[in-house]
């Protein structure tokens, strides 16, 4: 089956500094990606959608210049905290679209939990 | 507003009865609705789809149900086992085929008493 790795799992950076999380593909090529943040006992909620080869989408309320988002090759993408702070403190879940061969699904990676002091 | 709502924050199930849970969402059109599970700690783990044009789905003990004119879905997991404790999670593909991000609910914590 279709399977998504992250890495790293879990992360501890101190405010301030930068913090990058990669998301891959291990057995199937994805052109779409996707971002998602989830806080205790919350929702996923997607911050971006990540096109190989283009500027990634992200939704409203999402800043840019903060989750630099890279989908450089069909089977990685790479989101980048810049400058964290406490409140950035969260668990990390990335998506890759694939097809299943009964139609296009998204795969979801184990996550990566950061934790900024 | 649009909202995803799924019941209660936890519900307890004794070992062997089926499980039932429900998914409401006000204010968007899905073309397909999807059930993840999610351990703690871990991503979402898919269970289900359901499209817009089907009414049922059933996977081994599982069964999904889809009712767009009351805008609810149903999640059965019959003669349920304590592994099946686990939040379990609906979402939404309003595009269909998964090319755009899913909108999920917040879930709900299902505990299996033996």
């Known amino acids: 089956g279709a399977v998504v790795s992250q890495h790293p799992s879990w992360v501890i950076c101190k405010s301030g500094t930068s913090v990058k999380i990669e998301c891959r593909s291990l057995d199937f090529q994805a052109t779409t990606m996707f971002w998602y943040r989830q806080f205790p006992k919350q929702s996923l909620m997607l911050m971006a959608t990540s096109n190989e080869g283009s500027k990634a989408t992200y939704e409203q309320g999402v800043e840019k210049d903060k989750f630099l988002i890279n989908h450089a090759s069909l089977t990685l993408s790479t989101l980048t905290v810049t400058s964290a702070h406490p409140e950035d403190s969260s668990f990390y879940i990335c998506s890759a679209r694939g097809w299943s061969g009964a139609g296009y699904e998204q795969y979801f990676g184990p996550g990566t939990r950061l934790t900024v002091t | 507003s649009q909202k995803i709502e799924q019941n209660s924050e936890a519900l307890n199930i004794q070992e062997g009865k089926t499980a039932t849970l429900t998914c409401n969402y006000t204010?968007?059109?899905?073309?397909?609705l999807q059930w993840y599970r999610q351990d703690p700690g871990r991503g979402p783990v898919f269970l289900l789809l359901i499209r817009e044009n089907e009414k049922e789905k059933r996977k081994e003990r599982l069964k999904v149900t889809f009712d767009t004119t009351l805008k609810q879905s149903l999640f059965h997991i019959t003669a349920s086992q304590p592994a099946d404790s686990a939040t379990y999670l609906c979402?939404?593909?309003?595009?269909?085929?998964?090319?755009?991000?899913?909108?999920f609910g917040k879930g709900t914590h299902l505990i299996i008493q033996p």
């Open positions: 204010n968007y059109s899905p073309a397909y």
């Open positions: 979402a939404l593909d309003l595009s269909g085929g998964g090319a755009d991000g899913l909108t």
